[in-house]
């Protein structure tokens, strides 16, 4: 399984991106995908994940209300809508898999995940 995330870049205070992430392989819709953001010098942190069916959904609290997941089966795409940027949101967004088919809820801890994407920088400057 490959994981290849897109939708990066450079945005003003207050705009919006969405990030996405394509998946290989034929068994997508059986894992809960998650999205994780890296900031220089800092700890890589949760930010959304969403369930295998697509209808459980959990984000850290500094995006409620801004950040949507979610995900299209048919597709083998996980998305990521950024609204309301902030200079803090400014980081390399990462899409991951679940370690686990068919999980129960959704995972928010790193070492939930084990398969990873590449990356994609998100920048919020004026």
């Known amino acids: 399984v490959q994981l290849q995330a ?19 392989g034929r068994t997508f819709s059986n894992y809960a995908m998650g999205w994780f953001r890296q900031a220089p010098g800092k700890d890589r942190e949760f930010v959304a994940a969403v ?29 990521l809508q950024m609204n309301s940027l902030k200079p803090e949101d400014t980081a390399v967004y990462y899409c991951a898999r679940d370690r686990r088919e068919f999980r129960a809820g959704v995972g928010v801890q790193l070492s939930d995940y084990d398969v990873w994407g590449q990356g994609t920088q998100v920048t919020v400057s004026s």
Not at 6 to 24: K, M, N, T
Not at 53 to 76: A, E, L, M
């Open 6 to 24: 897109s939708g990066g870049g450079l945005v003003q205070p207050g705009g919006s991106l969405r990030l996405s992430c394509a998946a290989s």
């Open 51 to 79: 369930n295998w069916g697509g209808r459980i959904t959990s984000y850290v609290d500094s995006v409620k209300g801004r950040f949507t997941i979610s995900r299209d089966n048919t597709k083998n795409t996980v998305y």
